[in-house]
């Protein structure tokens, strides 16, 4: 079975750092996706990592540790546009990756 | 096209009713996915195609609810006997791969189902 474990809601500054943090209980774990959700509009792709390790990519950047069944989205210099549902998914090894999402945690940037 | 397309992008039916919704995929795009998503949920897995074939549809709640992909392009997921639980909105992912190596999926809009 899956277990994906996220905060359901956190709030932050315009222009600060926030962490979003995401744990896993999966057998047969391959890599773990960061998904960003506006309001009403369809997931869009983040990051996957798969290797343990910071992955940055700009004002993102994604942490994996594969040992711990961990993994966090930092987001920096916060913007109002960054308020949005952040997905965590696990992938699974097989004949296919299956991918299984977590609740998502609503993030709202505040002035 | 340039994205993933789903029609309609609303859909408000009568319980008991049967319904389909569309998904046309980026071209090219081989894995096809179906996702339902409540409100305040992340989006949960029905069904996965590869091609034409249903490679996995452990996902789907029950035999209400079929998926076809006969061309092995656009996707239709049917819905019958609609029950109020059903409503939720219905995702489409698409990806250029044989999903062994997972990458990057893109998902449509969405089809908002409300069953009344």
């Known amino acids: 079975g899956q277990n994906i474990d996220q905060p359901t809601e956190m709030t932050a500054t315009e222009g600060a750092i926030v962490q979003i943090n995401c744990t896993y209980q999966?057998?047969?774990?391959?890599?773990l996706f960061w998904y960003q959700q506006h309001a009403g509009e369809a997931p869009t792709f983040l990051s996957y990592?798969?290797?343990?390790g910071l992955e940055e990519k700009g004002r993102f950047s994604s942490f994996l540790s594969r040992s711990k069944g961990y993994s966090y989205l930092l987001l920096k210099e916060l913007q109002m546009k960054d308020s949005a549902s952040y997905l965590c998914?696990?992938?699974?090894?097989?004949?296919?990756?299956?991918?299984?999402f977590g609740t998502g945690t609503k993030l709202q940037v505040i002035p | 096209g340039a994205g993933v397309s789903q029609t309609p992008s609303n859909k408000v039916t009568e319980k008991g009713k049967y319904v389909e919704l569309r998904c046309d995929p980026i071209s090219g795009h081989t894995a096809l996915y179906w996702y339902r998503q409540s409100l305040g949920q992340g989006p949960e897995f029905l069904i996965y195609f590869q091609g034409t074939g249903a490679a996995d549809d452990s996902g789907l709640p029950n035999d209400r609810f079929f998926a076809v992909r006969p061309e092995g392009s656009v996707s239709t997921l049917k819905i019958q006997r609609t029950e109020r639980g059903d409503s939720a909105v219905y995702l489409c992912a698409t990806e250029n791969g044989q999903g062994a190596s997972r990458t990057e999926a893109f998902f449509g809009q969405g089809t908002r189902l409300t069953v009344v």
């Open positions: 998914a696990v992938s699974r090894r097989g004949g296919y990756q299956k991918v299984t």
């Open positions: 990592n798969v290797l343990d």
């Open positions: 999966t057998s047969g774990f391959n890599g």
